[in-house]
C-alpha cells in the first residue's frame, strides 16, 4: 500500500509552487542573494591594471591559479574584492572540525547543542579573518610581483587589498548565512554553485574556439562533452545509491489493543560526505601557493620544489589531492554520522536490527556497514575527481569540465531541488489539513 506522503511525492508538480507563498519568497530571496554575489565579482580590486593582470592571468590559467578562478567564480580572473570568494571560510571550517577530534575542550562545545555550535561557528568567523588576511597579503605580494600589474606598489597597497580581500570573504561568509536561515538550500554550496555555473558558458566557448583555432580535436571535444554527460549521470546514480538496514519494532499493546510489529528502514547514503571532501582537498592544496606567494620566488631549494611539484596537474598534487579526498570522506562521515548516537535512538524507541543485540553491539554493526560502503564512498569521489583532472592537466580542457566542478554542480542541485519538493511537500499536507478540518466543520 502507498502511503500518503508517497503519493504526494509523486504528484508535486510546479503549478503547486505558485500556492506556496513561503516557499517563494525564499526563492527570491536566494535568487536576489546569488546576483549580488555574482555583481561582487565583477568590481575591480583598487590600484590594478586590468589589462595587464588580464595577460598575466593567461599565462598562468593552466596551473592552479585557473583551479582557484574555479572556485572563486571568475573573481581571480578579474581580480575582483570577491577574489578570495568563501575558500578561507571552508580552511578555517576544516582546521576547526579537526581540532573537535583532538581538543577535549572542543569536543565539549560540540557535545553542548545548539549553543556550543554558535560558539565553534564564532570561532571559526575568527579564525576565517586570519586566514582571509594571511591569503589576501600574499596575493598583493603576488601582484606587485607580477609585472606592472600594480600601479602604485608598497606598504599602503598590501594593507588595503588586505582589508578588501577580506572583508570580500567576510561578506560573503554572511550571505551564505542569511540564504541558509532566508532562503533555500545550503547558502555556502550555492555560492560556490552559482560561481562555477555562471563561468560554465565562457569555458564552451573557449574549448569550442580551441576547437576552431586547432588547438584541440574534434575527437577530444567530443570526448570531453561525452565524459562530462557520463561523469554527470555517474554522479547522480552514486549519490542516490544507499545501503538501507531493516529496522523490526516489536509488537505493543496500547489499552486493550495489541498492535502488530512494524518493520522500517535506517537508510545509509553511500556517499555520506557530500561535495566536502573534493572541496575541502583544493581548499588545503591552495594554502601553498600563498606562502609560495610570500616569498616571490625565493627561499630554500626545498620549499621550491615542493610549490612546484604542488601545481595543478603535476604527480605529487593528485597523489595528495586523492589523499586528502579519502581522509576528509571518512573523517566527515564520522562528524555527521554517530553510530553509537543511533543504536541509542534505536533502543530508546524499541527498534532492533535482525540478529543484532541492541545497544553497543547494533552501534558496532551500524559502524562496521558504513566503514565498508564510505569506502566505495570515497573511491567513487576518487575516481570523479581524479580522471578529469588528469584529463585538464594533459589535455588543456577548461577547469569547468572537471569532476569537482561537476561533483558540486550535480549534487547542490539535487539537495537544493530535495529540499524544494519537501516545503511543497509540507505545504501540500497543510492544505490536506485545513481542508479535513472544514469538512469535519460542515458536517457539524
Known amino acids: 500500500m502507498v502511503s500518503a506522503a508517497e503519493q504526494l511525492a509523486a504528484n508535486l508538480n510546479f503549478g503547486q509552487l505558485a500556492k506556496a507563498d513561503e516557499l517563494k519568497k525564499r526563492i527570491w530571496f536566494t535568487l536576489g542573494a546569488l546576483l549580488v554575489y555574482r555583481l561582487g565579482t565583477y568590481i575591480p580590486l583598487p590600484g590594478i591594471d586590468p589589462n595587464i593582470w588580464e595577460q598575466v592571468f593567461r599565462s598562468q590559467s593552466g596551473g592552479i591559479l585557473g583551479m582557484f578562478n574555479m572556485f572563486a567564480g571568475g573573481g581571480i580572473h578579474r581580480m575582483a574584492i570577491f577574489a578570495l570568494n568563501i575558500m578561507p571560510y571552508i580552511s578555517a571550517s576544516i582546521i576547526v572540525q579537526l581540532l573537535t577530534t583532538v581538543s577535549p575542550q572542543l569536543e565539549a562545545l560540540k557535545k553542548e547543542g545548539e549553543a556550543g555550535r554558535k560558539t565553534l561557528n564564532q570561532y571559526t568567523r575568527y579564525l576565517t579573518v586570519i586566514l582571509a588576511l594571511f591569503q589576501s597579503y600574499g596575493i598583493a605580494i603576488g601582484l606587485e610581483g607580477a609585472g606592472n600589474v600594480v600601479s602604485d606598489p608598497g606598504m599602503f597597497f598590501r594593507i588595503s587589498t588586505a582589508i578588501t580581500l577580506t572583508g570580500g570573504t567576510m561578506f560573503l561568509m554572511w550571505l551564505g548565512e542569511q540564504i541558509t536561515s532566508r532562503g533555500i538550500g545550503n547558502g ?27 588547438a584541440m580535436s574534434t575527437g577530444l571535444i567530443l570526448i570531453v562533452i561525452v565524459m562530462a554527460v557520463a561523469v554527470i549521470a555517474f554522479i547522480v546514480f552514486m549519490e542516490r545509491a544507499q545501503r538501507r538496514l531493516l529496522i523490526q519494532y516489536p509488537k505493543r499493546q496500547v489499552g486493550n489493543k495489541m498492535f502488530e510489529g512494524q518493520s522500517s528502514h535506517l537508510p545509509l547514503k553511500l556517499n555520506t560526505s557530500g561535495v566536502i571532501p573534493p572541496i575541502f582537498a583544493s581548499s588545503l592544496l591552495l594554502l601553498p601557493t600563498t606562502v609560495a606567494n610570500f616569498n616571490a620566488g625565493k627561499g630554500p631549494e626545498w620549499f621550491q620544489w615542493i610549490t612546484t611539484q604542488l601545481s595543478h596537474g603535476r604527480p605529487l598534487f593528485l597523489f595528495m589531492y586523492l589523499a586528502l579526498i579519502v581522509f576528509f570522506a571518512f573523517f566527515y562521515t564520522a562528524i555527521v554520522f554517530n553510530p553509537t548516537e543511533t543504536a541509542d535512538n534505536l533502543k530508546k524507541h524499541g527498534g532492533f536490527i535482525p540478529g543484532i543485540r541492541p545497544g553497543e553491539r547494533t552501534a558496532e554493526y551500524i559502524d562496521y556497514v558504513l566503514s565498508r560502503i564510505t569506502v566505495l564512498g570515497a573511491v567513487y569521489l576518487a575516481i570523479v575527481c581524479l580522471i578529469p583532472e588528469i584529463l585538464i592537466s594533459y589535455a588543456s580542457v577548461p577547469f569547468y569540465f572537471g569532476g569537482t566542478s561537476l561533483l558540486i554542480v550535480v549534487s547542490v542541485t539535487m539537495d537544493t531541488v530535495s529540499q524544494v519538493q519537501g516545503y511543497l511537500l509540507a505545504h501540500q499536507y497543510e492544505g490536506l489539513i485545513r481542508k479535513s478540518k472544514l469538512r469535519g466543520g460542515r458536517r457539524r
Open 188 to 214: 555556502i554550496s550555492l555560492i560556490i554553485l552559482a560561481g562555477i555555473v555562471a563561468e560554465l558558458p565562457s569555458a564552451l566557448a573557449n574549448m569550442l574556439e580551441l576547437g576552431r583555432q586547432g
